[in-house]
């Protein structure tokens, strides 16, 4: 997302918690633009959380709240925006929209999802 019409603009990648405003590039077409106002080149398929929104005529993207997780999507150098619902959108329609890199929650997992030999029935630990 960092190469647009054969020129290079300033960029950087984009880090989880940088807010990524989407913004007409002068190029054409649209971009992401994040700190110091340079283009943030976002993974081809990245997981963005909604910080600010503004109203557009396109009724899914009225849906789209600040704190909803929307998946970004490179395909055939067109930049879509997934919706929870499925639907593709381009990323154009997000104009005035902040973004920022959702936080991939690793980690061990919760004491209820840890099952214990100890704890298994005695048939199920025979076979």
């Known amino acids: 997302m960092c190469y647009y019409s054969g ?6 990648q ?5 807010p990524l405003t989407v913004r007409p590039i002068y190029t ?8 110091n106002n340079e283009l ?3 993974p081809h398929r990245a997981k963005l959380e909604t910080q600010m929104v503004r109203p557009s ?6 849906g789209v709240l ?4 929307v998946t970004f999507l490179q395909k055939w150098s067109r930049d879509l925006i997934v919706l929870p619902n499925g639907k593709r ?9 902040t973004f920022q890199l959702a936080q991939i929650k690793t980690g061990s997992p919760s004491r209820e999802e840890i099952i214990t030999p100890a704890e298994l029935p005695e048939a199920v630990l025979l076979g």
Not at 14 to 18: D, M, Q, S
Not at 28 to 35: I, L, N
Not at 90 to 97: E, I, R, V, W, Y
């Open 7 to 12: 020129h290079t603009l300033a960029q950087h």
């Open 14 to 18: 984009a880090r989880v918690g940088e």
């Open 28 to 35: 054409g077409g649209t971009g992401m633009y994040g700190d």
């Open 40 to 42: 943030a080149c976002v």
């Open 57 to 62: 005529s396109d009724r899914d993207v009225n």
């Open 66 to 69: 600040p704190g909803l997780t």
């Open 89 to 97: 959108k381009p990323l154009a329609a997000f104009h005035g929209f």
